[in-house]
């Protein structure tokens, strides 16, 4: 299984991002998104299980929304409203025959 992430990059607070990851591979369940601020511990920023429920942080509900395209098999991530608190790397993470695997991860930067 190999993850690829795109969408990052320079975004003024309160702009809009997607970020994307297509999954190569078969058997995969769940599917999200962490991120990394520096300094800090990789977090869970939003996933959706193979049934297609989401799941999300709170300090980014109303503002994110996690989906994804089982034909491309790829997940999406939309960040709205984005606060310079979001300048994080994300990193995709899927679930396949019980074994996770990560993406390489794209630089999200919110400034002015």
């Known amino acids: 299984v190999q993850l690829q992430a795109s969408g990052g990059g320079l975004v003024q607070p309160g702009g809009s991002l997607r970020l994307s990851c297509a999954v190569s591979g078969s058997g995969i369940s769940s599917m999200g998104w962490y991120r990394q601020a520096p300094g800090k511990q990789r977090e869970l920023v939003a996933g959706v299980t193979g049934g297609g429920n989401t799941y999300y942080a709170d300090s980014i509900k109303g503002r994110f929304t996690i989906s994804r395209d089982n034909a491309k098999n790829t997940v999406y991530l939309q960040m709205n409203s984005l606060k310079p608190e979001d300048t994080a790397v994300y990193y995709c993470?899927?679930?396949?025959?019980?074994?996770?695997?990560w993406g390489q991860g794209t630089l999200v930067t919110v400034s002015s």
């Open positions: 993470r899927v679930v396949a025959t019980m074994i996770q695997y």
